[in-house]
């Protein structure tokens, strides 16, 4: 017996590399999963809120930024979910203080645009907020105050509620301004509380203060939970659209201004689409065709040195590495070429 134990192990064995490589290898015919591409750098604007800019006043006693509560929300969402990255809130801020760019314009797709195009992105998200509060008409009810977001503010009507919120979502392409996509986000609370009314606080507890949405305590609030459903269901549609986002390059051109090596500065920028990975072409004039009868210049013709990649750029200039036999020199042209890095 013991015999035969021992020589159906030795069996075993023998046979058990062989099984593992076959479990672990695909199926005949089953193709092998594609790497994952680059992810898209988005910049995420401040939400606008105007549609219920009223309701918010109403509801808190005083105007709060909702849209930007909400934006945060959707950057900290996306950031989570590893489909994009995220421009930092603190460099947005400092490029929409430096162009004086007021609330109206958040959701505007041709301001939103230049902003984006300064931050050396080709996508950026617009959103608006469409809806705002409780699940049926009911006019009144606002007035009062509230101790802390633990609890749900007294207001004079005493119709208890849901929390409806919705928003909206569009990614836009910073060089044409074209809408890549538009998504909706609804969240509703699962448990009705009486209607958040506004006014008459004091301190941090009061209707006027100010407050923070990603809070626990804001989420605790049938308010909250609504919003947080409302993100949670717009960032995931957000998601889903990443994968079939159109690469888009801007096409340029402009003149070398400084040569160091095989490092050279060019004198455009990401205020013109310029992007780092792009190929760059560097060419040198060589003849110019004029029109016989006016003499006005219709081509320049030039001659083609090599190729360059962007490696660093800011709003007016970019840092670019050359390959080529031909060294290049200040006032070649350098202009896109070829298929645009995502």
């Not at 430096?98 to 109206?104: A, G, H, I, T």
Request: glycine letters at 12%; hydrophobic letters at 40%; charged letters at 20%.
């Amino acid at each position: 017996m013991s015999r035969l134990f021992r020589s159906l192990c030795i069996a075993l064995l023998a046979i058990s590399p062989c099984a593992a490589q076959q479990a672990a290898a695909p199926a005949a015919g089953t193709p092998a999963a594609a790497p994952a591409g680059p992810k898209r750098l988005v910049a995420v604007m401040n939400f606008d809120y105007g549609t219920v800019k009223t309701v918010v006043a109403s509801i808190f006693g005083t105007d709060q930024d909702v849209g930007k509560g909400i934006t945060d929300l959707m950057v900290q969402k996306l950031v989570t979910d590893g489909k994009y990255r995220v421009i930092e809130r603190a460099a947005l801020d400092k490029i929409i203080a430096e162009q004086n760019f007021n609330n109206s314009d958040r959701a505007d797709p041709s301001s939103a645009s230049k902003i984006g195009r300064i931050l050396g992105v080709d996508t950026i998200i617009l959103g608006s907020i469409t809806k705002f509060g409780r699940d049926d008409s009911k006019v009144g009810g606002v007035a009062g105050g509230h101790s802390g977001w633990t609890g749900m503010i007294a207001g004079a009507g005493k119709k208890e509620s849901k929390a409806v919120v919705a928003i909206t979502a569009r990614l836009v392409n910073t060089t044409t301004g074209e809408i890549l996509a538009s998504v909706t986000g609804n969240g509703e609370s699962s448990r009705s509380g009486l209607f958040l009314g506004g006014g008459g606080g004091n301190g941090n507890s009061g209707g006027g203060a100010a407050f923070d949405m990603s809070s626990s305590n804001f989420s605790q609030t049938i308010l909250g939970e609504a919003v947080n459903k409302a993100v949670a269901d717009c960032a995931t549609q957000l998601d889903a659209a990443a994968g079939n986002l159109p690469t888009i390059k801007a096409s340029y051109s402009g003149l070398v201004a400084d040569v160091s090596g095989n490092t050279i500065i060019i004198n455009i920028g990401s205020k013109v689409g310029v992007r780092v990975g792009d190929a760059v072409d560097i060419s040198r004039p060589v003849r110019t065709v004029k029109d016989p009868a006016t003499g006005k210049v219709l081509k320049t013709v030039t001659s083609k040195l090599g190729t360059a990649v962007v490696t660093d750029v800011d709003a007016d200039t970019a840092t670019l590495t050359f390959t080529g036999a031909t060294p290049p020199k200040v006032g070649d042209v350098a202009a896109t070429s070829g298929p645009a890095v995502p």
